[in-house]
């Protein structure tokens, strides 16, 4: 299995010179990176980058433990090492839970049928409005602690449990203050055309026109939002209502995304790919004319197994199609309280190989270097190569496809973030 971004030959010359010369701060040694061949390797990392990913040998060794004291020599001993994860698709700043529309669902109620009673995301939006900023972080720290434990270095987080300003920001404030608090890296994104607040019943256009005129605004001149998304769908927004938000969000530089295709075929994707954005999530229902304008923009699927799972969906992303147009595939947790409250990326690896039929290697991809993508993150993290982010993690296990096929104990050996052991 190739791990992502791991240079073939190691690099070009991995002679001491570039170590003796360069003032390394760390070097993990005897790393596992590939199962192409028994080389071990060694990970340089400076000033939270990597420097260098080179051979191992006992000459270089030598050369490091001369130059740098023990403690800065980590012995992975042949332990398997991948990017860090990344989680590229979740909700998981809100309050309230949703536990009751579980039992509603397992009775047969349709999640759009509780969406149209007032349910759903309307659910949630009432409990994060009456939350204060200090609340909204107390519960959402130990979330994204857990995904840290999972081997997680960087985590999007949407708004979209506000629909209106005040809490919009609230949201968006307190997913960057979690970045400040965590060692994690934090994507945020505007998800204000999550659904129609009640102030707006019946007048999609007129919401679509207050995001587009105050909220999506308020939020770029404060720098909140790295990307903004939508859910274009039958209890969500049309096209044409997407098509309007997009266009101010183009005015304010911020890149696209959305949830498209995950209970219907409205086109959405088609239009998140118009707007080379950077990705279309869930696609259930995606048809080949959407994979193939994904394919001719670079946007990338984004697959999300814990709401196909959650809400007992049947119709199943095309996933052969995605191969054959060469349309990078994506997977997130899309941790969120209604249709995912999953918060295991490893398990949604699992489902991504059990119920989609990803292999482990592009499970793998699909939480590094593609996810990277998602986020527009591909040349700062989700490889191993010089100059991207220290962001790797270290395993106990046999083999990367293990990642994938098993969830057992925590197999995460150790988590290094911008080159700092954690
Ligand atoms: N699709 C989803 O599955 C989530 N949002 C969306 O647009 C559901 C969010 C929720 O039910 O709270
Ligand atoms: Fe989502």
Same mark, same amino acid.
């Given at each position: 299995?190739? @791990?992502? &971004? ?19 701060? *760390? ?16 990970? %340089? ?7 260098? @990913? ?32 990344? +989680? ?7 309050? &309230? ?31 994060? *409005?009456? /939350?204060?900023? +200090? ?11 857990? %995904?840290?434990?999972? &081997?997680?270095?960087? @985590? ?48 999609? +256009? ?12 308020? @939020? ?86 814990? /709401? ?95 990642? /994938? ?13 911008? &080159?700092?052991?954690?």
């Amino acid at each position: 299995m190739a @791990v992502n &971004g791991v240079p073939a030959t190691g690099s070009s010359d991995g002679d001491n010179t570039r170590i003796n010369n360069v003032p390394i701060d *760390r070097a993990w040694i005897n790393a596992r990176l590939s199962d192409r061949d028994d080389q071990l390797y060694i990970i %340089l990392t400076r000033s939270g980058l990597i420097h260098d @990913v080179i051979p191992s040998s006992a000459e270089t060794v030598a050369a490091l433990q001369s130059s740098l004291n023990a403690a800065s020599i980590i012995d992975v001993a042949g332990g398997w090492v991948t990017p860090g994860l990344i +989680d590229c698709h979740t909700h998981l700043v809100f309050a &309230g839970h949703r536990a009751n529309e579980f039992e509603q669902r397992l009775q047969g109620v349709s999640y759009e049928t509780i969406a149209r009673q007032g349910g759903g995301i309307m659910a949630t939006v009432q409990q994060t *409005r009456k /939350a204060s900023f +200090d609340e909204l972080l107390k519960l959402s720290m130990p979330r994204v602690q857990a %995904l840290i434990d999972q &081997g997680v270095t960087t @985590v999007e987080i949407k708004s979209g449990y506000g629909l209106e300003l005040e809490t919009e920001l609230k949201m968006l404030r307190a997913a960057r203050e979690l970045e400040s608090r965590l060692p994690v890296r934090v994507s945020t994104t505007f998800l204000g055309a999550h659904a129609l607040p009640p102030e707006y019943h019946n007048n999609a +256009d007129g919401y679509i026109d207050f995001l587009c005129r105050e909220v999506l605004p308020a @939020v770029a001149t404060e720098q909140l939002a790295d990307a903004v998304d939508m859910f274009c769908e039958g209890i969500g927004f049309s096209v044409e209502q997407c098509r309007r938000l997009f266009e101010v969000a183009a005015k304010h530089g911020l890149p696209v995304k959305g949830h498209t295709e995950q209970l219907s075929c409205l086109g959405g994707t088609r239009l998140v790919s118009e707007f080379k954005g950077l990705s279309a999530d869930h696609l259930e229902y995606l048809d080949e004319a959407g994979v193939k304008a994904m394919a001719q923009a670079g946007t990338v699927a984004v697959l999300l197994p814990g /709401a196909f799972y959650y809400l007992r969906e049947t119709k199943l992303p095309p996933i052969e199609l995605l191969r054959q147009y060469g349309v990078p595939m994506a997977i997130a947790t899309d941790f969120n309280p209604g249709s995912s409250p999953l918060l295991s990326l490893r398990l949604m690896m699992n489902m991504a190989c059990v119920l989609f039929g990803l292999t482990p290697d592009e499970a793998l991809k699909g939480v590094t270097v593609n996810a990277a993508q998602a986020l527009g993150l591909q040349d700062m993290t989700g490889k191993l190569l010089p100059g991207m982010q220290a962001d790797f993690c270290v395993w106990n296990i046999s083999c990367p496809a293990e990642l /994938a096929s098993e969830l057992a104990v925590n197999t995460l050996h150790q988590r290094v973030f911008a &080159g700092e052991p954690g």
